[in-house]
């Protein structure tokens, strides 16, 4: 049965598709807003790109995307219809990145003014349910979502999860985000995958450690397949094998039976063999990671929401008892920004404290009630 658990936070929303073999996938709205796949913006067209298949256009804000000529309409009367000042609607097809302007589609609707028009429906949820496809059920922890839910997976029951404890502990999903983003995995064998995600890319390597090399590198195949899976991780990756020619074929073979819509290259001498995935929706390293100066660590904002949930967690464990948050001055700088933009947190008992490595959930003593 493929279970939908959604986990709506403070911060933001986490969800968890799963089946009766465990998670399928994972899924992280993100922090910003942003043009997301789904939106509609009223837009004005600017110059033709010449050498590409497309137009830049002006989404409002300073907001700049790339409308793409729509297949079957020749260039020339591409530019005919769309041209340079006109303004016209176009629908997300997949949202901004570093570098790279949000990609647009002409839409059949009527638009007069540049800005947003109107949102993908039912926001993120829906973003989330064209991922899925039709599940079994539904089990959500924000009643203002049920409604929006019903109408997404009308064959789904959809159930409100209004127990104290967080909802993702319930399903004994609490370790599941920190457990596939992690940057080592270990493989069964005693061997492990080290995983580096890069501006460019995604780099695995694979470490025997001791072990069989023809069964690390066939653990590792799975392991590297299952997190591409669950984070729905797109573009280049890179995984480097430990060499051994007569299991060169079986290693690609594998690849090529999963059901991901993976590009795979071979392996060359050194073991290296590339991949491409084709963009398939916004992937969870983009939304939780960030560059550090040493590759990519965890969004303050992540952290954010992990110390709120385990100070529910705390709370339900610990009826009337009074507790508060200790943050670390960084993940407090983070609180308070979210903090002005949800109600919910102001009335959080909270200090900031030097002494704590991220954040940490203690009983307030007489002299904290003053």
């Not at 942003?34 to 837009?43: I, K, N, Q, S």
């Not at 137009?55 to 260039?75: I, N």
């Not at 195949?221 to 051994?244: C, H, I």
């Not at 073979?253 to 491409?276: K, P």
Request: aromatic share 6%.
């Amino acid at each position: 049965m493929n279970h939908l658990v959604i986990a709506a936070g403070p911060v933001h929303t986490q969800a968890v598709l799963m089946s009766d073999h465990g998670p399928e996938r994972l899924f992280a709205e993100p922090f910003a807003r942003g043009p997301r796949p789904g939106d509609l913006y009223g837009v004005r067209m600017g110059p033709h790109v010449r050498g590409a298949d497309g137009c830049v256009v002006e989404m409002g804000d300073g907001v700049s995307g790339f409308l793409t000529r729509p297949k079957g309409l020749k260039l020339q009367d591409f530019l005919s219809q769309y041209p340079e000042g006109r303004i016209v609607a176009a629908e997300v097809i997949s949202p901004a990145r570093p570098g790279k302007r949000a990609r647009l589609r002409p839409a059949s609707v009527a638009a007069d003014a540049v800005g947003l028009m109107r949102a993908a429906p039912h926001g993120w949820v829906g973003e989330v349910a064209r991922a899925v496809g039709s599940v079994e059920r539904v089990t959500v922890n924000r009643a203002d979502l049920l409604a929006s839910l019903r109408v997404l997976f009308p064959q789904a029951e959809v159930d409100h999860h209004t127990a104290r404890v967080p909802i993702f502990d319930h399903y004994d999903l609490r370790e599941v985000f920190a457990e596939a983003l992690e940057p080592v995995w270990p493989l069964a064998c005693g061997g492990r995958v080290i995983w580096q995600p890069t501006a460019a890319g995604h780099c695995f390597d694979v470490d025997t450690a001791g072990a069989n090399r023809r069964q690390a590198n066939v653990q590792a195949v799975a392991s590297v397949l299952d997190r591409v899976r669950l984070l729905n991780l797109e573009g280049l990756m890179m995984v480097g094998f430990v060499p051994d020619s007569d299991g060169q074929n079986a290693l690609r073979d594998q690849v090529l039976q999963a059901d991901l819509g993976l590009t795979v290259g071979r392996l060359d001498r050194l073991g290296v063999m590339a991949m491409t995935r084709a963009r398939q929706g916004l992937a969870v390293d983009e939304v939780v990671l960030q560059p550090t100066g040493w590759g990519y660590g965890l969004r303050p904002e992540v952290t954010v929401q992990a110390a709120c949930v385990a100070w529910q967690r705390e709370g339900a464990a610990r009826p009337g008892t009074r507790l508060r948050l200790h943050l670390a001055p960084s993940v407090m700088a983070a609180f308070l920004r979210a903090q002005a933009q949800n109600e919910a947190l102001q009335a959080m008992p909270v200090v900031e404290d030097a002494t704590v490595s991220a954040y940490d959930v203690r009983e307030m003593t007489k002299d904290d009630m003053r």
